[in-house]
């Protein structure tokens, strides 16, 4: 069975949990699939113990709605699922309701690579209720993952101090989606390149990458195998140094880089894959600048992350270019998001908006009502605060923001503060008005906002915590939901 061939298809409607399809079922048969909700999709705490995250995956979620809608194999299958009493668990009826179903929905979403903070709406879906559950499961599975590995490449970005960032990530990525999806994060989180050649087909990433250790072993001396490649490949040689003895290995580096010279060629760099990576680099950083190699770049690999290069880097490394894969990838230290998109407003056609709230033994899951946008203050030196506000509310000025952790913390912005409103139209009934910015745009985007916010909130350890609170009005109104759920009256 080729599965790879059989996953990628036209159709991935069924790429949800099936809770949603029965859930979808029971709207349809008790007649309540007619009315439409509101639903946020966020995360409660920021990823790695840091400071922010950077938003992620809006890429994918176009190209997963645009063409949204049942094929007939997927409703071969839908018929052949059972209840608990053997008999089909969804009716032909139904069936046949799916096969006509199509993205009607609105869609409003934080352009790809926006810094966001807790419990700030990445995206909101209003419409029928129907659709809008449906895409909760593949919404999730598309934003959470890619604004991880968007927001590790940021600080593994941010610890390389302005040097390069190379992913490496394909080999040890989860899967081929998962090395496509990476490849696009690690971009747009500010690494300059990828390994990944189908990646910078599909996407438009620069893809980079010289040799590995198997084409020196397949020569019988190391000095041969560098000039081999030097003669086959003289416009791309960054030699692999560490196969047997490093710094030897850089000593046979620089002859061949004589060679090339002398050629109209140029030895771009040596690579460092493995031992004391600090030492290393000083140590073949004064081997290629006595052979008159001043301008050749060290590039280090060997599991690297954001920690690893700051130490490196605090130790007089003498790195210039860093090529980070499998703890980018695998976002290794915190392996999920935990993002959740939750129902925050109902109603029939027409009509008012029912504000609903889920409560929780945890504060923290307490969810927030509202149809949701959040505005970015800001003034001459940056970004002031953020607050979240419901827009059939509005937000009175001069707005004072609560914060959700600790309702004591008020602040107050004044009247004529600018401002910026993160969430932008991208599906209005169904259809795409958004076009997405060029890749390096994207990837701009990211360091420009990064500039603009308080350098504590990229801090590794203790990160800076910037301001992000509800509109008082909205606080207000989810206190009275809180209370009337609990039977507490005034």
């Not at 949603?20 to 009315?35: F, N």
């Not at 496509?180 to 390994?195: E, Q, R």
């Not at 899951?365 to 505005?375: D, L």
């Not at 602040?411 to 004529?416: E, H, Q, T, V, W």
């Given at each position: 069975?080729?599965?790879?061939r ?5 159709s ?13 079922y ?9 009315k ?10 920021a ?51 799916l ?13 790809e690579g ?12 209003t ?13 999730l599975?598309?934003m959470n ?10 600080r ?11 992913e ?20 747009v989180?500010?690494?300059a ?20 250790h198997s ?14 490649y ?20 850089v000593?046979?580096?620089?002859k ?39 301008d ?19 130790q ?19 392996p ?15 009509h008012k908006w ?5 409560l ?6 307490v ?12 003034n ?45 139209p ?14 390096e ?19 590794f ?24 759920a ?5």
């Amino acid at each position: 069975m080729n599965a790879l061939r059989k996953l990628y298809r036209d159709s991935l409607c069924l790429a949800t949990d099936l809770y949603q399809l029965t859930m979808a079922y029971a709207y349809w048969k008790s007649g309540t699939g007619r009315k439409e909700a509101a639903f946020n999709l966020f995360f409660r705490t920021a990823p790695f113990r840091g400071g922010y995250a950077i938003a992620c995956g809006l890429g994918s979620v176009l190209d997963y709605l645009r063409d949204w809608r049942f094929h007939a194999d997927d409703l071969d299958f839908l018929a052949t699922l059972q209840g608990n009493d053997g008999k089909a668990l969804f009716e032909k009826e139904f069936l046949q309701y799916l096969r006509k179903l199509r993205f009607t929905c609105d869609m409003d979403a934080m352009p790809e690579g926006t810094v966001v903070f807790p419990n700030e709406p990445l995206l909101r879906v209003t419409g029928p209720i129907i659709e809008a559950q449906i895409l909760e499961t593949p919404l999730l599975n598309l934003m959470n993952y890619q604004t991880l590995v968007a927001t590790k490449s940021a600080r593994v970005c941010h610890a390389a101090r302005g040097e390069p960032v190379l992913e490496f990530g394909l080999r040890r990525a989860q899967g081929m989606d998962g090395a496509l999806s990476a490849s696009w994060a690690a971009y747009v989180g500010g690494c300059a390149a990828t390994s990944n050649v189908l990646a910078g087909k599909l996407l438009g990433i620069p893809v980079r990458g010289t040799h590995a250790h198997s084409w020196v072993m397949s020569f019988d001396d190391e000095l041969e195998s560098f000039e081999a490649y030097a003669r086959a490949m003289p416009n791309n040689c960054v030699f692999l140094v560490d196969t047997f003895d490093t710094l030897e290995g850089v000593r046979k580096a620089v002859k061949v880089g004589r060679w090339l010279r002398q050629h109209g060629h140029k030895m771009a760099g040596i690579r460092l894959d493995s031992g004391d990576l600090a030492f290393l680099s000083i140590e073949a950083r004064k081997i290629l600048d006595a052979g008159g190699f001043k301008d050749a770049v060290i590039v280090a690999s060997n599991d690297l992350d954001e920690q690893i290069i700051e130490s490196l880097k605090d130790q007089g490394a003498t790195i210039a270019m860093w090529g980070v894969g499998t703890k980018l990838v695998t976002a290794y230290d915190q392996p999920a998001l935990g993002g959740v998109y939750k129902l925050a407003a109902i109603r029939n056609p027409g009509h008012k908006w029912q504000y609903k709230i889920k409560l929780s033994e945890q504060p923290i899951k307490v969810s927030t009502p509202g149809i949701q946008q959040v505005r970015r203050f800001f003034n001459e030196s940056g970004f002031v605060a953020d607050m979240i506000y419901d827009i059939e509310r509005g937000a009175k000025k001069p707005a004072t923001i609560v914060d959700p952790s600790d309702l004591t913390k008020r602040r107050r912005m004044d009247a004529k503060m600018k401002f910026t409103d993160l969430l932008v139209p991208v599906f209005r009934k169904g259809k795409q008005v958004y076009q997405p910015p060029a890749p390096e745009r994207t990837r701009q985007h990211v360091q420009e906002q990064l500039n603009r916010f308080h350098p504590g909130i990229k801090r590794f350890v203790n990160p800076h915590r910037y301001p992000v609170g509800l509109e008082k009005g909205l606080h207000d109104l989810k206190m009275k939901l809180i209370l009337k759920a609990r039977g507490v009256k005034k």
